[in-house]
């Protein structure tokens, strides 16, 4: 198993461009969430799936878009990058009693 | 609102001692389960410990044991036999409503050979 992958590892963007950080799980997991890191901050929830064609709203959503077609992938959206948004970036799926897997996280700078 | 509060932002210990890392969370719901990840430099988030809040009996995982004080919001961490291996950012979490997740800000530890 390969367990939650996350790509791209590092990107750089121009304030106004958009781009989707893919995210994908091998475990069957219906759980899927998406997760900024922050200095000082520690991890704030985005969004969030609890199945295929099922998302909702985290702690801190603006700005950002998912959707999920299949069990496996959970891709997030940023449709105009703001420097707001530059931040390291986790994809994380669990298993129904709780235990969450992390992917390897994005960081992502936005000039 | 949910909160937590990791009120030491770093924590040194030496190798092979016992260290507590300390946690508060604020819900005011009644069913919840509360975590503790380690993210090592590498930045790979790795769980640690849970709990369930409906148990009353703390949660070991061999090193690795909770102090779970329900009606004063506490969950902390205790390390025992510390190793090199163990020099991490340490997060507290609690999860509510079957996948709101919340966060500390982390304590930061070091192991001293």
């Known amino acids: 198993n390969a367990g939650v992958t996350q790509t791209p590892k590092f990107q750089v963007l121009k304030t106004g461009q958009s781009m989707t950080l893919q995210c994908a799980q091998d475990?069957?997991?219906?759980?899927m969430s998406w997760y900024r890191q922050d200095p000082g901050m520690g991890l704030r929830l985005i969004h969030y799936?609890?199945?295929?064609?099922?998302?909702d709203q985290g702690e801190v959503p603006n700005g950002y878009n998912v959707s999920r077609s299949t069990t496996e992938d959970f891709p997030l959206r940023l449709l105009s990058a703001a420097p707001s948004q530059t931040s390291v970036y986790f994809c994380?799926?669990?298993?129904?009693?709780?235990?969450?897997?992390f992917g390897p996280g994005t960081r992502l700078t936005v000039l | 609102a949910q909160t937590v509060t990791q009120s030491q932002p770093e924590m040194s210990v030496q190798e092979a001692e016992t260290v507590t890392l300390s946690c508060t969370y604020d819900?005011?719901?009644?069913?919840?389960?509360l975590f503790w990840y380690k993210q090592p430099p590498s930045r790979q988030m790795i769980l640690v410990i849970r709990?369930?809040?409906?148990?009353?009996q703390n949660a070991t995982e061999n090193r690795f044991s909770v102090n779970f004080q329900k009606a004063a919001k506490s969950f902390s961490l205790k390390i025992s036999d510390s190793q090199l291996g163990d020099t991490a950012m340490y997060f507290c979490?609690?999860?509510?409503?079957?996948?709101?997740?919340?966060f500390g800000t982390g304590t930061s530890l070091t192991v001293i050979p």
């Open positions: 979490a609690f999860m509510i409503g079957g996948n709101q997740f919340y």
């Open positions: 819900t005011s719901e009644n069913n919840y389960y």
């Open positions: 709990q369930e809040a409906y148990k009353q």
């Open positions: 475990m069957n997991h219906e759980y």
């Open positions: 994380a799926s669990r298993t129904f009693y709780n235990e969450q897997f």
């Open positions: 799936s609890v199945g295929a064609g099922i998302t």
